[in-house]
């Protein structure tokens, strides 16, 4: 975390929580949510419902995704968030708290980019996305790169295991959607 968010977490500790206003894809990409936007439907729909989904506006502007990107972690109750100086902006997950990029050297890394470490398991849900369980977390396999994937599979480097959507928020200990996890309302951030 930057130093001048923990100076601004010490000097106003008691900002409230912003819950609905950011998003993380699929793709690693992240999603601004405005009022209208969130008036609009969730960020992603729970398994087996059926919903209208709102991204927002994906966020292009890169020192602001790098600074995301430093300040990016987990509560103790498996809810991801951006700490934005005093304030924690909880983070709408579309599908996982991780988007793995797999490199041609071997090495795996987070859309943060941060290294992943060791793979420790490999899954695969019925859509045929593919999550590998690494030293860092839970992470969703990007899909530009299951070519180097299916090679990591073919050489038996990963066994990938069956694995229900719906499961991978309680075998990776994350929560998708922290706003609906809160019962907060947009308008209270």
């Not at 790169?145 to 295991?161: H, I, K």
């Amino acid at each position: 975390m930057d130093d001048i968010v923990k100076a601004a977490m010490a000097k106003w500790p008691n900002v409230p929580h912003c819950y609905g206003w950011l998003g993380l894809d699929a793709r690693g990409q992240w999603f601004m949510r405005d009022d209208p936007t969130q008036a609009a439907g969730p960020f992603a729909c729970e398994p087996g419902e059926t919903c209208t989904t709102a991204k927002g506006s994906r966020l292009q502007h890169d020192k602001l995704i790098e600074f995301i990107h430093r300040n990016y972690a987990c509560d103790e109750s498996g809810c991801w968030f951006f700490q934005n100086g005093p304030q924690r902006v909880y983070v709408e997950l579309e599908i996982a708290p991780y988007i793995w990029r797999l490199q041609p050297d071997g090495r795996i890394l987070a859309h943060t980019g941060q290294p992943a470490g060791e793979v420790q398991l490999c899954w695969l849900d019925e859509l045929g996305r593919l999550y590998l369980r690494t030293e860092r977390g839970l992470g969703l396999v990007h899909t530009s790169d299951m070519d180097l994937a299916a090679q990591a599979v073919d050489a038996g480097r990963w066994v990938p295991q069956d694995v229900a959507f719906a499961q991978l928020p309680v075998l990776g200990a994350y929560v998708r959607s922290p706003q609906r996890n809160s019962r907060i309302s947009p308008q209270q951030c």
